[in-house]
């Protein structure tokens, strides 16, 4: 009985030792595959992780965006070299276009072409469409390197894929100094083209209706996709507002 049990048990090891190799290798994989553009601050492929959606070369050929990466520069401008209400233009153009999680471009025909598209929150509906903080970079023409301490403004078109390297919290919490073109601001003092931003959520002002409300545009779900809408998010205490420096 004892041999038996011995041998139940180094078997059982090994199977072990088996499972632990495969996923390392799994994971390893899976670290390899996301390129540096598409994996700021430790993003892991994977069905529920939020990496960015078209990644891979099987992802770009489903695809009519077109894919950059960190090198690429689509043109820019430097600091004071683009004005508030070009801005407004570019978030214009994504009204009523669709919604993707970790989204990066929309084909501005007016219509989500793929609403309600489940699972959400996962790179495999590869729908067009960005998401809240993916809008936000885009109409505030940021660089798609990750605090790159540089506040010019980069020509993203709306059929390029990136979605930049900040998520909400990213936008929310990054302070003066910190290399990124953004920072943390006074809430009740922001204006047309300044955001308000939650952990979990990102709009940008359009302007104010009251004292509690706003005209927003924002990238708000699968379920309602890109638009402006009136929201109370200035009201709400787990709000706080948000900047683009250097505007001309």
């Not at 059929?159 to 990213?170: E, K, V």
Request: one cysteine or more.
């Amino acid at each position: 009985m004892a041999k038996r049990a011995n041998f139940a048990f180094a078997l059982l090891l090994v199977a072990f030792s088996l499972v632990i190799a495969c996923a390392a290798s799994a994971s390893s994989g899976g670290v390899q595959s996301v390129p540096d553009w598409g994996n700021p601050q430790g993003c892991y492929y994977g069905p529920n992780w939020k990496c960015w959606v078209y990644n891979h070369t099987s992802d770009q050929g489903r695809t009519s965006c077109a894919v950059v990466d960190i090198n690429y520069d689509p043109g820019h401008v430097g600091p004071f070299g683009y004005r508030r209400g070009a801005a407004a233009d570019v978030a214009d153009i994504a009204v009523s276009e669709g919604y993707q999680w970790a989204g990066g471009c929309y084909d501005n025909d007016g219509r989500d072409a793929k609403p309600n598209v489940y699972p959400r929150e996962t790179k495999s509906t590869l729908g067009e469409g960005p998401d809240c903080s993916g809008l936000v970079w885009r109409v505030w023409r940021e660089s798609n390197s990750y605090r790159p301490h540089d506040n010019s403004f980069f020509f993203w078109q709306r059929s390029m894929y990136d979605h930049g390297p900040y998520d909400t919290l990213g936008f929310k919490y990054a302070q003066s100094g910190s290399g990124a073109p953004h920072v943390k601001y006074d809430k009740w003092g922001i204006i047309f083209m300044d955001a308000l931003a939650s952990d979990t959520h990102i709009a940008l002002e359009d302007y104010r209706t009251d004292s509690g409300a706003d005209v927003v545009w924002e990238a708000l779900g699968e379920a309602y996709g890109t638009n402006e809408w009136i929201e109370s998010y200035r009201s709400q205490s787990r709000f706080s507002g948000v900047r683009r420096l250097a505007w001309g």
